[in-house]
């Protein structure tokens, strides 16, 4: 320790009053044969790359809608899936993704100073105005975590209805949230949570390998956890996709209502054709759906009223919120020691109550946030609800517009399918004919809505 | 009464343009919102070394095993001390470049001596980025000086990410996105110094 008594400690003594009144620094030497460096830094990357990207995602998404409406080719969505995964997913390492560029919209939408790349609207655009058009290809064979999950899916468990119903909520959830966070600057928190970046990258924190190993655990017997109960930009597009242009048909003709189709989808997309209603059960269901609607309003307050306890957990995901509790706590001594942030804060010449009073006013602000957030949490409840008393009749066996991925799984099934391709020369070859056209009665007993 | 086709028609005709007008007002959104304030290029992360604390989160955080944050020296704010607050260890028992006496876990820091002058001895100190890891050591050391080690993100190495994991870690908010035109940044009072330099 001699040494910095003798040398650095009168150096320091000596210099600090200066840089701390003036900023002086000592100077540079000038050298008689030697010239001063300028520092290299690394190039950042090419200019091309965007606009590469770009171009992938549009001939990706058109070659999916390809796929999986004209073509009909399970083999050759698969291989798209894969080229997919390769190049968003193990290229790109997951980031430049479709699924996040939410919040960076939300965020340039809320803040004007945040300067949103082009590439990013793109990323969220286009996949919406083919969604709007084919419905989810995007989801067949374009997004990197859909296509891990497409191809980790081997033996899939059919969710019970009453649960799939209740776990596709989340996402909507999951996306007010996340939109929320997003445009206060407060958090990314959809690409803080996502489960399939860390095996894009080969890297990462515990955290987030335990969190992806999880749903690949899950995705093993469940098909596409992530895409049917998380995923908020598969909310978007399944309200999208339900009011498509065009969408994937099970059969390329008419349905024959063989039920060959009914178990092979791992997403339980598939509806079965609806069973007449008794007119008793008519009437109730008319009623039920009176009384929701008059309760609709009630819901949305109710639910308003619930969020506006969540302005304390909610505010504490903002830096400047902890770091006002941690100054907080370290003033009345209930703190047992200080963190970097505080300690940071404390070099700066920001008064105390400056950082009480901002922190207070995000809270508060956090709090009206918080109230709009239950509110949709209502609205999302009660769309449900309203949803599943209305009663859609249908002849066929067909694919749900909103929940179908567009895996293509299905065609192979269709007797019509084996036809148009010239696997079989009539469908009595595999469809015998008791079985072939189901009688009301027969299906009301086997299939369950 | 019209017969059934002509109101699949009327419904066909109604819904596409209700997809077309859709589609429309959502791209138009877009395009103000790009118009506004968009980019052509991409944003990258990076440090801003006046409000950088040298925590060593940098090195710890980073999505990547080894980080994309390195230490960086700003050679025309160095005063090429002989005794380098940055480089020496305080526990040092002589000035020379064996391990023990040195601050940088991973020797990244090259010493080399320049010129003698008035009795005063002048070293360089140049970071080899190879073998950086980016805990802020040097840094934090060289503020007791004049501060010329600094954190910067190395954007061959940075994969970009939409959320930075080291910027949600970082205390003092240190990170911000920059245009991909001008990715480097540099303390407040190194610009003139900089320039200086630049213009000799």
Same mark, same amino acid.
């Given at each position: 320790?001699?040494?910095?008594?003798?040398?650095?400690?009168?150096?320091?003594?000596?210099?600090?009053?200066?840089?701390?009144?003036?900023?002086?620094?000592?100077?540079?030497?000038?050298?008689?044969?030697?010239?001063?460096?300028?520092?290299?830094?690394?190039?950042?990357?090419?200019?091309?790359?965007?606009?590469?990207?770009?171009?992938?995602?549009? %001939?990706?998404?058109?070659?999916?809608?390809?796929?999986?409406?004209?073509?009909?080719?399970?083999?050759?969505?698969?291989?798209?899936?894969?080229?997919?995964?390769?190049?968003?997913?193990?290229?790109?390492?997951?980031?430049?993704?479709?699924?996040?560029?939410?919040?960076?919209?939300?965020?340039?939408?809320?803040?004007?100073?945040?300067?949103?790349?082009?590439?990013?609207?793109?990323?969220?655009?286009?996949?919406?105005?083919?969604?709007?058009?084919?419905?989810?290809?995007?989801?067949?064979? $374009?997004?990197?975590?859909?296509?891990?999950?497409?191809?980790?899916? $081997?033996?899939?468990?059919? %969710?019970?209805?009453?649960?799939?119903?209740?776990?596709?909520?989340?996402?909507?959830?999951?996306?007010?949230?996340?939109?929320?966070?997003?445009?206060?600057?407060?958090? #990314?928190?959809?690409?803080?949570?996502?489960?399939?970046?860390?095996?894009?990258?080969?890297?990462?924190?515990?955290?987030?390998?335990?969190?992806?190993?999880?749903?690949?655990? %899950?995705?093993?017997?469940?098909?596409?956890?992530?895409?049917?109960?998380?995923?908020?930009?598969?909310?978007?597009?399944?309200?999208?996709?339900?009011?498509?242009?065009?969408?994937?048909?099970?059969?390329?003709? *008419?349905?024959?209502?063989?039920?060959?189709?009914?178990?092979?989808?791992?997403?339980?997309?598939?509806?079965?054709?609806?069973?007449?209603?008794?007119?008793? *059960?008519?009437?109730?269901?008319?009623?039920?759906?009176?009384?929701?609607? $008059?309760?609709?309003?009630?819901?949305?307050? #109710?639910?308003?009223?619930?969020?506006?306890?969540?302005?304390?957990?909610?505010?504490?995901?903002?830096?400047?919120?902890?770091?006002?509790?941690?100054? @907080?706590?370290?003033?009345?001594?209930?703190?047992?020691?200080?963190?970097?942030?505080?300690?940071?804060?404390?070099?700066?010449?920001?008064?105390?109550?400056?950082?009480?009073?901002?922190?207070?006013?995000?809270?508060?602000?956090?709090?009206?946030?918080?109230?709009?957030?239950?509110?949709?949490?209502?609205?999302?409840?009660?769309?449900?609800?309203?949803?599943?008393?209305? @009663?859609?009749?249908?002849?066929?066996?067909?694919?749900?517009?909103?929940?179908?991925?567009?895996?293509?799984?299905?065609?192979?099934?269709?007797?019509?399918?084996?036809?148009?391709?010239?696997?079989?020369?009539?469908?009595?070859?595999?469809?015998?004919?008791?079985?072939?056209?189901?009688?009301?009665?027969?299906?009301?007993?086997?299939?369950?809505? | 009464?019209?017969?059934?086709? !002509?109101?699949?028609?009327?419904? /066909?005709?109604?819904?596409?343009?209700?997809?077309?007008?859709?589609?429309?007002?959502?791209?138009?959104?877009? /395009?103000?919102?790009?118009?506004?304030?968009?980019?052509?290029?991409?944003?990258?992360?990076?440090?801003?070394? +006046?409000?950088?604390?040298? &925590?060593?989160?940098?090195?710890?955080?980073?999505?990547? +095993?080894?980080?994309?944050?390195?230490?960086?020296? =700003?050679?025309?704010? &160095?005063?090429? &001390?002989?005794?380098?607050? /940055?480089?020496?260890?305080? /526990?040092?028992?002589?000035?020379?470049?064996?391990?023990?006496?040195?601050?940088?876990?991973?020797?990244?820091?090259?010493?080399?001596?320049?010129?003698?002058?008035?009795?005063?001895?002048?070293?360089?100190?140049?970071?080899?980025?190879?073998?950086?890891?980016?805990?802020?050591? =040097?840094?934090?050391?060289?503020?007791?000086?004049?501060?010329?080690?600094?954190? !910067?993100?190395?954007? +061959?190495? &940075?994969?970009?990410?939409?959320? =930075?994991?080291?910027?949600?870690? =970082?205390?003092?908010?240190?990170?911000?996105?920059?245009?991909?035109?001008?990715?480097?940044?540099?303390?407040?009072?190194?610009?003139?110094?900089?320039?200086?330099?630049?213009?000799?």
């Amino acid at each position: 320790m001699m040494w910095f008594f003798r040398y650095l400690l009168p150096w320091i003594l000596a210099m600090a009053p200066a840089a701390l009144t003036a900023g002086e620094l000592i100077p540079t030497p000038e050298f008689s044969g030697h010239a001063i460096p300028t520092t290299e830094f690394p190039e950042g990357p090419a200019d091309w790359r965007p606009i590469l990207d770009t171009a992938a995602l549009v %001939v990706a998404l058109s070659l999916a809608s390809y796929f999986a409406l004209v073509n009909r080719s399970r083999r050759n969505l698969l291989l798209l899936t894969v080229g997919s995964l390769c190049w968003f997913g193990f290229w790109r390492g997951g980031c430049v993704c479709s699924i996040g560029a939410i919040q960076n919209v939300s965020l340039a939408a809320v803040d004007p100073t945040y300067a949103i790349p082009v590439t990013i609207i793109l990323f969220f655009l286009l996949p919406l105005v083919f969604t709007l058009f084919f419905g989810r290809t995007f989801c067949a064979a $374009v997004c990197p975590l859909g296509a891990f999950q497409e191809l980790i899916c $081997v033996r899939s468990i059919r %969710v019970p209805r009453w649960l799939d119903h209740c776990l596709g909520l989340i996402p909507y959830i999951y996306l007010g949230a996340a939109v929320l966070l997003a445009a206060t600057g407060t958090a #990314f928190v959809i690409c803080r949570y996502d489960p399939f970046v860390a095996f894009f990258r080969l890297s990462g924190s515990a955290n987030m390998l335990l969190f992806g190993g999880c749903f690949v655990l %899950v995705g093993l017997f469940i098909g596409r956890p992530y895409c049917r109960y998380l995923c908020p930009y598969g909310a978007i597009l399944g309200l999208v996709s339900s009011v498509s242009k065009w969408h994937v048909r099970i059969t390329p003709t *008419d349905c024959i209502q063989c039920r060959l189709c009914e178990n092979t989808c791992p997403y339980g997309a598939i509806q079965p054709p609806t069973i007449d209603q008794s007119p008793a *059960d008519r009437e109730s269901g008319k009623r039920r759906f009176v009384a929701l609607l $008059v309760l609709f309003p009630l819901f949305l307050v #109710f639910f308003a009223w619930l969020g506006t306890f969540l302005k304390v957990p909610l505010s504490r995901l903002h830096p400047e919120v902890r770091l006002a509790e941690q100054i @907080r706590e370290e003033e009345l001594g209930i703190a047992e020691k200080t963190t970097d942030a505080s300690d940071a804060f404390r070099n700066t010449d920001r008064p105390v109550m400056d950082l009480y009073k901002s922190a207070i006013a995000r809270q508060n602000h956090f709090g009206r946030l918080g109230g709009w957030l239950g509110a949709w949490v209502g609205f999302v409840f009660g769309c449900k609800w309203i949803h599943l008393s209305l @009663r859609r009749r249908r002849t066929d066996y067909r694919a749900e517009r909103s929940n179908c991925v567009a895996c293509g799984r299905c065609y192979r099934y269709c007797p019509n399918e084996q036809l148009r391709l010239g696997f079989i020369q009539d469908i009595s070859e595999l469809v015998p004919e008791e079985n072939g056209n189901l009688k009301n009665e027969d299906r009301r007993s086997k299939t369950k809505d | 009464m019209p017969n059934a086709t !002509q109101t699949k028609n009327r419904r /066909g005709f109604l819904g596409d343009s209700m997809r077309v007008a859709g589609a429309l007002a959502t791209c138009s959104f877009f /395009g103000y919102l790009a118009g506004r304030k968009g980019r052509n290029r991409e944003l990258l992360w990076q440090i801003d070394p +006046d409000k950088c604390m040298g &925590c060593g989160n940098c090195a710890t955080h980073c999505v990547l +095993d080894i980080s994309a944050v390195k230490a960086v020296q =700003c050679f025309p704010m &160095c005063g090429y &001390c002989d005794i380098c607050t /940055g480089y020496f260890d305080v /526990g040092y028992t002589e000035l020379d470049t064996s391990a023990e006496n040195q601050l940088c876990p991973t020797s990244a820091i090259v010493r080399t001596f320049i010129e003698s002058k008035a009795g005063q001895r002048f070293y360089e100190y140049t970071i080899d980025p190879a073998k950086c890891i980016g805990c802020a050591k =040097c840094v934090k050391g060289c503020a007791l000086m004049n501060g010329s080690l600094y954190m !910067q993100v190395m954007h +061959d190495r &940075c994969l970009g990410c939409n959320e =930075c994991s080291i910027a949600v870690a =970082c205390p003092t908010e240190a990170f911000c996105r920059v245009p991909a035109e001008a990715p480097y940044l540099m303390k407040r009072q190194a610009i003139p110094l900089v320039k200086k330099f630049s213009i000799r």
